[in-house]
């Protein structure tokens, strides 16, 4: 990132409800470390949510991570959104 900020408020979704006894853990990593940003999608939900909120540093390397929990259901639909302000 160029600068401070703040993420929070993430929303993850798929297309294809995981199944009962699978899920699809949604992760934001900086710098390549899980981060308390995290929620997850479990049996028959197609979403999740989590307002917890991450401090992120200017140069920090944000990505997602999407983690399998058994043999969920489909993979095609994945998608995330979070709220992200500079400090």
Do not use: K
């Not at 600068?3 to 409800?17: I, K, L, P, Q, Y």
């Not at 981060?35 to 197609?46: E, H, P, R, Y």
């Amino acid at each position: 990132t160029d600068g401070a900020m703040s993420c929070r408020n993430m929303h993850s979704e798929v297309n294809t409800a995981p199944g009962a006894g699978n899920s699809w853990t949604t992760t934001l990593r900086v710098n390549a470390v899980g981060s308390a940003l995290s929620c997850a999608i479990s049996g028959t939900a197609v979403d999740c949510d989590d307002s917890d909120a991450v401090s992120i540093a200017a140069g920090d390397t944000l990505t997602v991570e999407y983690l399998a929990g058994g043999t969920p259901t489909g993979t095609a639909g994945q998608g995330f959104s979070m709220f992200c302000m500079p400090r």
